[in-house]
């Protein structure tokens, strides 16, 4: 009986030559001299025709040590004959394999040179002067190539069509964006003393190629240029044949945009993927949408780019977040690292800033000293993006009464103020916005050392809605007639004056927060009277109360939460008292008896 065809073995040497030859032709260059020519002989005839080797790629997928990978390009250009012209190299180049190139061939049309950090502007731009046919060139992730070898490149290659250089996307400060170039030094770099590292077995070693050692690119920061857009104005200078360009992860800015627009008029696809220093106003944007048939924006999926970056898998993932779930994310950030950082770091997160609904200005005083940036035109800012929906504002420390007075002029619906430590602060100031907030639920004027009980009995009587209010205090012992001898047109103070405008004008009240008041027990009785539906009262550091009668039994049951003046002060976050110094613990022993000193024991 015949053997049927699909039991039948397929013997692929008896395919036609040329047929092989181009099935082969789609492996690699490393798949095809390691492994398919050692087949048969068949195959390894065709390696042999220079035709074959017409295109060469040597990209890498696996262990970076396991081959000789220069040796093994080195055969394949012998190989090909001169006649070469498609190349493709990863990690592995160097100027010494670039100078062997151009020495064996130069009919090179297309060139593409990966994460190659042994290649230099010098080595680039003397391979230039050799391939005058070159129409396409990839040069992306090549640490120390500059805009010096982009324009020695431009000016030799008249035919070229299609440019990649693409980069590692990161920000730098602006100190280190000041720094000049500089090239590894090589001493540095190598190590070439610690030979004992290449440990290898010669009688396990099947092929040519194995065990090699590889060339190691130093590893060091990349360079960094003052001028940002070094690479557009080359690229624009020298190349005004371009129709394609990529330029994923560049430094430019929009006047370098408008230079490469300006001088490549024949630009068909332009990537701009990562580009976090483009601006792209309205202006810009249109532009580049009418000329471009493809455009790629900072903002947009880096599927496809056509390579993989280190950040990728870290960095980057950001930008492909949906806008709802970003600005959900940004929205927890405090209104200083919004403004000041987060809109800055791309067009996206710039678009999304924008369109948040700013109902809270949050600027607690984390930034100073160091404050840079102006306070008050960061505030009239916040208030421009909010139109007047502001319903919870949070500031310390740098807030005027005039900047107070514009804020309630522009947002009438406030629910939750919060003016903690503001020293600018008076009670003239705060008296006159008081009837401008009709809706407010929460205060707190903590540590407001220039506000006396004034401002406490407008506010109680302008804000009937008033359900949480903080008046903290450094507590101070003065003595017996400090306040009596403060006198002013309503007759002399006392040590209740805050407790009696509470309690005469806050009956609404569920939370109240009295750290370090100078209350005594008469002040107490009035608000526990005045203020039936108080739920939480917070008395520590009030060091004037004798809570140990019916006073106190009292405040037991009628509040919940109820903090006495000697409970911890833990969580409470301002400075408690004029006198305090925070605790400091024993100093350790000396180093001799470290091994006997434990913080826990204490």
């Given at each position: 009986m015949a053997e049927s065809g699909r039991d039948r073995k397929r013997n692929w040497a008896e395919l036609p030559d040329e047929l092989t030859a181009a099935i082969l032709s789609r492996l690699g260059a490393v798949d095809y001299l390691r492994s398919a020519e050692m087949v048969c002989m068949k195959w390894h005839k065709i390696s042999k025709d220079p035709l074959f080797w017409r295109k060469i790629d040597m990209r890498i997928d696996g262990d970076l040590e396991e081959w000789d990978y220069e040796d093994m390009f080195r055969l394949a250009v012998d190989r090909s004959s001169g006649n070469v012209v498609d190349i493709s190299i990863e990690h592995f180049g160097t100027n010494e394999l670039l100078a062997f190139i151009t020495k064996r061939a130069s009919k090179i049309r297309c060139i593409r040179l990966l994460s190659c950090n042994g290649v230099s502007d010098e080595g680039l731009s003397r391979m230039a002067l050799k391939l005058r046919l070159l129409e396409e060139l990839d040069i992306s992730l090549c640490m120390w190539i500059s805009h010096e070898a982009v324009?020695?490149?431009?000016?030799?290659?008249p035919l070229l069509k299609s440019f990649k250089f693409n980069k590692e996307w990161c920000r730098f400060s602006d100190d280190e964006s000041d720094s000049e170039e500089s090239e590894p030094d090589q001493h540095d770099a190598y190590d070439f003393d610690h030979h004992d590292a290449y440990d290898f077995d010669d009688d396990f070693a099947p092929f040519p190629f194995v065990h090699a050692p590889l060339f190691h690119a130093p590893v060091a920061r990349a360079p960094v240029r003052k001028d940002e857009n070094a690479?557009?104005?080359?690229?624009?200078?020298?190349?005004?044949?371009?129709?394609?360009?990529?330029?994923s992860g560049n430094k430019l800015t929009d006047d370098g945009l408008r230079k490469i627009l300006d001088s490549c008029p024949h630009l068909e696809s332009?990537?701009?993927?990562?580009?976090?220093?483009?601006?792209?106003?309205?202006?810009?944007?249109?532009?580049?949408?009418?000329?471009?048939?493809?455009?790629?924006?900072?903002?947009?999926s880096i599927e496809g780019k056509g390579f993989t970056s280190r950040s990728d898998g870290y960095c980057f993932?950001?930008?492909?977040?949906?806008?709802?779930?970003?600005?959900?994310?940004?929205?927890?950030l405090g209104t200083v690292d919004i403004l000041d950082n987060a809109q800055k770091v791309c067009m996206k997160w710039r678009k999304i800033c924008k369109e948040m609904k700013w109902?809270?200005?949050?600027?607690?005083?984390?930034?100073?000293?160091?404050?840079?940036?102006?306070?008050?035109?960061?505030?009239?800012?916040?208030?421009?993006?909010?139109?007047?929906?502001?319903?919870?504002?949070?500031m310390e420390d740098l807030i005027s009464d005039d900047l107070l007075n514009h804020i309630t002029d522009s947002s009438s619906g406030i629910r939750r103020l919060r003016l903690a430590c503001s020293y600018h602060i008076s009670d003239e100031g705060l008296i006159e916005v008081a009837s401008k907030l009709p809706l407010l639920e929460e205060l707190d004027i903590s540590v407001c050392e220039n506000l006396s009980h004034k401002p406490v009995r407008v506010l109680g009587r302008s804000c009937p809605l008033l359900k949480s209010f903080r008046l903290n205090k450094k507590w101070h012992k003065y003595s017996d007639d400090f306040f009596e001898e403060i006198i002013d047109d309503d007759g002399p103070w006392s040590k209740d004056d805050d407790a009696l405008a509470i309690a005469e004008t806050m009956r609404g009240l569920h939370h109240l927060q009295l750290f370090g008041n100078q209350l005594t027990n008469v002040?107490?009785?009035?608000i526990l009277d005045g203020c039936p539906h108080l739920e939480s009262l917070d008395l520590r550091y009030c060091f004037n109360l004798n809570l140990e009668g019916d006073l106190g039994r009292r405040c037991s049951e009628q509040i919940r939460k109820l903090l006495l003046p000697t409970d911890s002060i833990a969580g409470y976050g301002l400075m408690p008292s004029t006198d305090w110094q925070p605790p400091r613990r024993p100093s350790p022993p000396s180093p001799k008896h470290w091994e006997f000193w434990n913080w826990d024991s204490d």
């Open positions: 324009r020695a490149v431009g000016r030799a290659c690479d557009a104005i080359a690229i624009a200078g020298t190349m005004q044949g371009l129709h394609h360009l990529q330029l332009l990537d701009l993927r990562l580009c976090f220093n483009l601006n792209m106003g309205i202006d810009l944007e249109t532009r580049c949408a009418e000329r471009i048939k493809r455009l790629w924006l900072p903002h947009d993932k950001w930008v492909e977040l949906p806008d709802d779930v970003t600005m959900s994310i940004l929205s927890r109902t809270t200005i949050d600027m607690r005083n984390d930034f100073a000293p160091d404050i840079t940036f102006d306070f008050d035109k960061m505030c009239h800012h916040v208030l421009d993006l909010s139109c007047g929906n502001l319903v919870d504002v949070n002040g107490l009785r009035a």
